[in-house]
């Protein structure tokens, strides 16, 4: 028979850790010095640009902890290899062109990657060139040595679209698609081309240096494209639909704090995300992707921004059909952040 001392102590016990997980809790639900148990979610970025500032914001401002989320952000250099990351279960989301998305569904991929969230309605790359030019005319590159981007990437079709729109044939132009991302500028600088197609930080440091000139934005150029997006396996969204809203919400709250705060205040907050640049250039092109209207109001992804991608990816050879928007968007999670 258990005695009523070590019965009073068995309940006593009980009772103790009943009030500290009850202490536990109540630290979870929020307020300073909060000991909430954060979920993790790994994130997989095309490449690390200050083009993509509103998630560095988000990152910075610890918008992401605020939606319980313990975000590990890795940068995959190229949409194939994100793209795999993703399909591999490597990453949680991935940030990349939507065109993947639409590459893999046509594919006959079983769970489809679908596009949630939008977060750049403009390219953000732009036409360098060796010498200042102030009336730069897009039958300037007929001709001429252009080192451009890997085909069937967001980058080079934008470009080609842009050259399309302005009446020059992509053929006439000598580009050259066989450099890697991000090894562009140097090798411009190296004396390679007559033009390169340049995304930020690379396009300023090369004038910068002087080895370069800035003399026309494809994003400007092309209208509104809708250049990058955030995505998942359809099964992860059904999963962790909680999750995805929490991450969307801090997207949103990092887009709202861009589009409500000067360059220089932007700038100081993504810093730590850039620190081998210097803070007067971070400015700098924050204003520059600010001033040509980079970033949207909200993350909603529409079905008309989905369609101009597919007209683009089939005038550039890519696509044969236009593939269902509903198949490979959901916009529900951007609709709830906006409102």
Known sequence: MISLKKTAACVGAVLLCAAALMGCAQ??????????????????????SIF???????????????????LELVTGFGADKTMTAVLTGEADIGFMG???????????IDDPVVNFAQLTQRAGNFVVAREPI????????????????RTAGMPEMVFEYVLKKNGIDPEEV????????????AAFSGGKGEYSIEFEPYATSLEVKGDGYIVASV??????????????TSSYLEEHADTVQGFVNALQKGLDYVNSHTAEEIGAVIAPQFEETEEEKLILIVERYASQDTWPETL???????????QILIEAGELEEMV??????DTTFAETAAE
């Open 27 to 48: 630290k979870g639900s929020g307020g300073s010095g909060s000991s909430q148990v954060l979920e993790k979610v790994t994130l997989n970025e095309v490449a690390h």
């Open 52 to 70: 993509y500032v509103p998630m560095y914001v988000a990152i910075e401002e610890g918008y992401f902890e605020e939606e319980g989320i313990e």
């Open 98 to 108: 939507s065109e993947s998305s639409i590459y893999t569904y046509v594919q006959g």
């Open 134 to 149: 102030e009336d730069f005319d897009w039958s300037m590159l007929v001709g001429a040595d252009v080192l451009g981007g």
């Open 174 to 185: 000598n580009i050259d698609k066989s450099i890697d991302f991000g090894s562009t500028a």
């Open 219 to 232: 994003g400007e150029a092309s209208g509104y494209v809708p250049y990058t997006a955030f995505s998942a």
């Open 300 to 310: 909603i992804f529409s079905q008309d921004s989905f369609e101009l991608l597919e």
């Open 324 to 329: 269902s928007y509903e198949a490979l968007v």
